[in-house]
């Protein structure tokens, strides 16, 4: 009959084959995990990096209403909007934006994922950032709209 060949090959390793395939999951776990990060997963963690320098140093309005405000009034310097916000929202602020002459980014995330890299614990759609502060968010996503 068929016999497994950890049975097969000596009592030591017939008393405990769990042991014997910890030794070679261990490895592979540890090639899996230590593959490089994908650039998309770096873009956010570098835009989440930057982001939380505008937080801790700038100026920023959160929510629809508001953005809409500073970006009527020319004083709002980039707008990030979450991938989940209403396609008619999304338009009618890039559309400001456009006439405010202001760079647009998407957001690689819902508004919860946008909330959290805000550093708060409520949804947030639309970020305008008015005031960079010591972060260089604006020279570096302005452009990709």
Request: contains cysteine; charged residues 20%; aromatic residues 10%.
């Amino acid at each position: 009959p068929w016999k497994p060949f950890w049975l097969k090959y000596g009592s030591r390793l017939a008393s405990r084959p769990l042991a014997f395939v910890r030794s070679f999951a261990s490895p592979l776990l540890f090639l899996i995990m230590s593959k490089k990060a994908s650039k998309a997963s770096k873009a956010a963690d570098s835009i989440n990096a930057r982001l939380q320098l505008v937080i801790r140093s700038g100026k920023y309005q959160l929510g629809h209403r508001s953005s809409v405000k500073t970006l009527r009034n020319g004083k709002s310097k980039l707008i990030l909007i979450a991938n989940n916000c209403p396609a008619l929202r999304k338009s009618e602020l890039e559309y400001y934006a456009m006439l405010a002459k202001t760079g647009v980014h998407h957001f690689n995330g819902d508004n919860n994922e946008l909330g959290t890299a805000c550093g708060r614990y409520y949804r947030v759609s639309v970020m305008s950032i008015t005031d960079p502060g010591d972060s260089d968010i604006i020279s570096t996503f302005a452009g990709d709209a």
